[in-house]
């Protein structure tokens, strides 16, 4: 009688234990990234933004284990994240499907169910994802058709992966980086359009251009040249893809940015030439965007900041022209045993801004003291306590 008691108390306290360790090891732990700016101090007006990257979701043809402990912990990772955070907005920077780009399109909605899902009760934060390699595919098997069913399944974005959207008075636009890697395909042009648009845009937000100015599509070629804009003046710039993060951007100076975009768009056509003709791949030689299309997008929007993902580690470079750039961790076990996000602070009025990295529970740890407890019970129950 003693025993059975004792192990009921045993089971229980075990019980306690483990929910007590759920909802510490759920919870992140956010450290602010120092950087040399505008002061910010906070507002209750600010915007405040979660930035995941690398779900890696199989919808579907997820395995018991991932379905009944890795997306488990995931649901628990959002939900004490947005708890603690309290977040206005969710970005998603690309990969949400581990293979989305051999699924059918049934496959792809059982992918995007477990996404929401996983949101549970916070599925109706508004949220904007960007399209990774991983969702549509390298640039072999790039495909019009797919590319444009998939953005229609997620908000904000065009038929070719892009988008544009403002809240609390902060300027969003997402370019689809996939396409822009591949130098011969039929996409990337009309990402370029997007980003001459935006520009265009911008600078007429900015009094450079009036609404009488003739942008026909001759125009968009060097308009944005002639109209400048100051560095960090665009729009936070979302990609999957980094951009070109080499000791000669830092290098670049002056005439690299007087160069133009027409030049810059043939170049990047000569590089994915050259890389074809030595019978290389350029999506297995490059995870970051060429140099050329990093000084377009760079040159064309002089982004706020840009957000990108893909490399799986967190990092934060300054461009020559001294634009911010944040890669995004992975959020996912499926990617890496050390998960985490980026959660940024916007200041309601001026350009400051607060970056945090917050970290999550590693995988290894969590199985190991599972397996602890287990060991540690079983022992009792040989022991006769």
Not at 55 to 76: H, V
Not at 266 to 274: P, Q, R
Not at 312 to 336: C, G, K, L, M, Y
Request: glycine residues 6%.
């Amino acid at each position: 009688m003693g025993i059975t008691v004792s192990l009921k108390v045993l089971s229980l306290v075990a019980i306690a234990s483990l929910l007590v360790f759920e909802e510490w090891l759920s919870t992140p732990a956010c450290n602010l990234v120092p950087f040399e700016g505008p002061k910010f101090e906070d507002d209750p007006g600010d915007l405040k933004v979660m930035l995941v990257a690398d779900l890696l979701l199989l919808g579907s043809d997820s395995a018991y284990f991932t379905l009944f402990f890795r997306d488990y912990y995931m649901a628990k990772f959002f939900r004490k994240s947005f708890e603690s955070l309290k977040p206005d907005l969710l970005l998603v920077l690309g990969d949400i499907s581990a293979k989305g780009s051999e699924l059918t399109r049934s496959k792809w909605t059982s992918v995007l169910r477990q996404f929401y899902q996983i949101l549970g009760p916070f599925v109706g934060l508004p949220f904007h994802a960007v399209l990774g390699d991983r969702d549509i595919g390298e640039c072999s098997d790039l495909d019009l058709n797919k590319v444009n069913w998939i953005s229609r399944k997620l908000p904000g974005l065009d038929p070719s992966g892009c988008g544009a959207f403002e809240i609390n008075n902060i300027s969003f636009v997402t370019l689809n980086a996939v396409a822009l890697l591949c130098g011969d395909n039929s996409l990337r042009f009309g990402i370029e359009k997007v980003i001459e648009r935006e520009s265009l845009e911008f600078r007429n937000k900015t009094g450079g251009i009036n609404d009488s100015t003739n942008t026909t599509d001759a125009d968009y070629n060097f308009l944005w040249r002639v109209h400048s804009m100051s560095s960090g003046s665009g729009p936070v710039t979302l990609l999957h893809f980094p951009l070109q993060q080499t000791g000669s951007q830092r290098q670049g100076g002056i005439d690299t940015l007087k160069r133009s975009p027409i030049s810059l768009i043939e170049e990047l056509n000569e590089a994915s030439k050259t890389r074809e003709h030595i019978g290389a791949d350029p999506y297995k030689l490059l995870h970051s965007l060429p140099q050329n299309a990093s000084e377009y997008i760079l040159q064309a929007l002089k982004p706020r900041i840009i957000f990108s993902a893909h490399r799986h580690a967190f990092s934060d470079h300054v461009h020559f022209d001294q634009t911010r750039e944040i890669t995004v961790p992975a959020v996912s076990w499926n990617a890496r045993d050390d998960p985490g996000f980026v959660f940024a602070t916007f200041q309601k009025t001026g350009r400051a801004m607060s970056i945090s990295y917050c970290s999550l529970a590693r995988e290894s740890h969590i199985l190991v003291v599972y397996i602890s407890i287990m060991v540690l019970f079983c022992f009792f129950c040989l022991k006769g306590y």
